[in-house]
T-cell receptor
Framework: QQQVKQSPQSLIVQKGGIPIINCAYE??????FPWYQQFPGKGPALLIA???DVSEKKEGRFTISFNKSAKQFSLHIMDSQPGDSATYFC???????????WGAGTKLIIKP | GAVVSQHPSWVICKSGTSVKIECRSL??????MFWYRQFPKQSLMLMATSNEGSKATYEQGVEKDKFLINHASLTLSTLTVTSAHPEDSSFYIC?????????????FGPGTRLLVL
């Protein structure tokens, strides 16, 4: 019940396309859902995060869609660029615990 | 803002030696820092939660006597890998929560790659 399931494991998209990465969770007590971007040999960097009271959040080219009833959330990258090639992790946390439960990661490759 | 540094960025040591990794929040104060371990092509594995001025909380399966954590100030936490062995070789990453900011947000350091020969 603590798991966050992320798919796909890897994704190849042409430049300008819209990669979509999906995550699903079971624990309805989760109330914070961030997405992190990680380049090889670097620490993760926070991209965007959402709470269950909104269904969508946009920051620049990155959009989170959140479906509370389905217990799913997804990351969309608009006008993708080769520089977006990285591993993306979804995560979830609840209440004052603040420990992040991590998805398995998606390796994204944007082809020029 | 919200920069976390780690030192060293990489370290090579002989089996049996101890290695200390520092994690600093550069422009904010952090009562809580987290230490993770990441194997190639895998997700982050939480090792322990470090709270300033108190003992760290270790995740199940993580040996507290092997991975010593000290969080002596609001900007510094250290992880010491004692008597390191080749199986301890990994990418170690810390994160910190801004005491004055969005409490859920964790800011990550650049990581420390440890190779034990």
């Amino acid at each position: 019940q603590q798991q966050v399931k992320q798919s796909p494991q890897s994704l190849i998209v042409q430049k300008g396309g819209i990669p979509i990465i999906n995550c699903a969770y079971e624990n309805t007590a989760f109330d914070y859902f961030p997405w992190y971007q990680q380049f090889p040999g670097k620490g993760p960097a926070l991209l965007i995060a959402i709470r269950p009271d909104v269904s969508e959040k946009k920051e620049g080219r990155f959009t989170i869609s959140f479906n509370k009833s389905a217990k799913q959330f997804s990351l969309h990258i608009m006008d993708s660029q080769p520089g977006d090639s990285a591993t993306y992790f979804c995560a979830a946390s609840m209440g004052s615990n603040y420990q992040l439960i991590w998805g398995a990661g998606t390796k994204l490759i944007i082809k020029p | 803002g919200a920069v976390v540094s780690q030192h060293p960025s990489w370290v090579i040591c002989k089996s049996g030696t101890s290695v200390k990794i520092e994690c600093r929040s550069l422009d904010f104060q952090a009562t809580t820092m987290f230490w993770y371990r990441q194997f190639p092509k895998q997700s982050l594995m939480l090792m322990a939660t470090s709270n300033e001025g108190s003992k760290a909380t270790y995740e199940q399966g993580v040996e507290k006597d092997k991975f010593l954590i000290n969080h002596a100030s609001l900007t510094l936490s250290t992880l010491t890998v004692t008597s390191a062995h080749p199986e301890d070789s990994s990418f170690y990453i810390c994160s910190a929560r801004d005491i004055a900011g969005d409490q859920e947000t964790q800011y990550f350091g650049p990581g420390t790659r440890l190779l034990v020969l």
